[in-house]
């Protein structure tokens, strides 16, 4: 259930001191994708009205993220000073001025930039919750994790209602032994929401402006709280570089547990590695250490084997990958081809049943279908300024060790010697070779080694006799010849 007055406001103006980074906390990856990515992806399944990022001035970087996102719905707001979590939700008024949160009668969710691994469906439950008759006016969303370390605690009434949350270095051994932890996630009534934030203090531990003070602010004043439950593999803030790696085995965790439900085999899930945006199609089996980078897409009954890279590639139905083989950004392996060992691809489409099986370089490449890459097979894309287009007719045959010098054109059913240099496209049908004549002198082979046999022996007849001796001068000379 969505609310259909909702705005939400995400906070990524903190520094992130613990991730000791020149980047934006909120721009660090998990599964292939930022922080901040994941949270607005997860938001984007409520389908706000708007939706507000809090950043501080001196992060363009995030600014610009924003402003790439697709949907265009996203906006950035400033906060001057990181003055805490209550002070940024205050910063992001303006930006909602015109919707009816703060003014009229919609919600506003605050959630932390630097929660990844949020699901919308934890917060669609969540906001189903503001629609009961009865419906609390602000909402936390807590968390009970193994160990609750540094978290905020929930301070609740015997009824359920959240007297306050207790910040860590503020609270007391007794409130620190409380197991429920604030996940960061809040929903509220907008005008409750915004005319309590006015009324926060800084008399704590840090001297900031607390959001999570919010709740006993609102419990003072008779509104009615309440509390939503998350798994706590969901709810992780990362602050450190440790608590990223974590962050990234949860997500690896449920990209596998997904794609095998979907019907891929992993052979040896603990080695696959996903991106949070890897499309799988159905019997595809993935060998033994292999790793997606961001925009695979892989149809039906592919087979990927053992230690690929692939990353901004699509691959079609029935094709087989590897093992060994990377493919990168731009490449597309037709339905039923084959990329083998040591292969690279770049930039690259290859047609149905197109065939490159061992150790090979296509960059800027075009591949018709069923045409034969030999086995060394380079596409000379670069000439140090830019880059130049190969283009290979459908069922050409390229032997191998050619070096294809690009911009150039195979044509169709044409056939390429091995070894070849291909500088001069060349035509449909015809065959080209490029190399050296070969040149064959009889009986030098055998010659060479008589002499080499006698420079052995000379050698060793030589073996005791002085420095200088003839026998070594000789031999010297005729190593030369050789
Ligand atoms: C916060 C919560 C804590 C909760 C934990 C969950 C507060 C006071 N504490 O603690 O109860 O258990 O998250 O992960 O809310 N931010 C700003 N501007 C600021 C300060 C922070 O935008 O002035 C942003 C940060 O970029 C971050 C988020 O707010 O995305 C949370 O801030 P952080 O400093 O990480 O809070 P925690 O100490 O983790
Ligand atoms: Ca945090």
Redesign the pocket.
Known sequence: MTLSKLAVVV????Q?TRMKSTRP??LHQVAGRTMLDHVLEAVAGLEPERVVV?I?PDMPAVAKAVAARPDGRVRTAI?DR???????VACAKNALTGYHGPDGSGDVLVV????PLLTSATLTALCARRQAADAPDLLGLAFEPADPA???RFVLDDNGQVLR?V?YPDASPAERAIGL????VLLGNGPVLFSLIERLGTDNAKG?Y???DLFALASTAGHRTGVGEADPAE?L?I?SRAELAAAEAVLQRRLRAEAMADGVTLVDPATTWFSADTRLGRDVTVQPNVFFGPGVVVGDDVEIRAFCHLEGATVETGAVIGPYARLRPGTVVGAGARIGNFVETKNTVLGPGAKANHLTYLGDAQVGAKANVGAGTITCNYDGFGKHLTSIGEGAFIGSNTALVAPVRIGKGAIVGAGSTITEDVAADALAVGRGPQKAHPGAAKRFRQRRESVGTGQKAGAGKKKGSSGKKKALKRRKDG
């Open positions: 906070l990524a103006a903190g992130g906390k909120v809090v501080a906060q990181q003055l805490g979590t209550g002070h940024a932390f930039g630097d929660t540094q978290y905020g949350i910040e932890c604030n996940a960061g900031e607390y959001l999570t709810v803030g602050n």
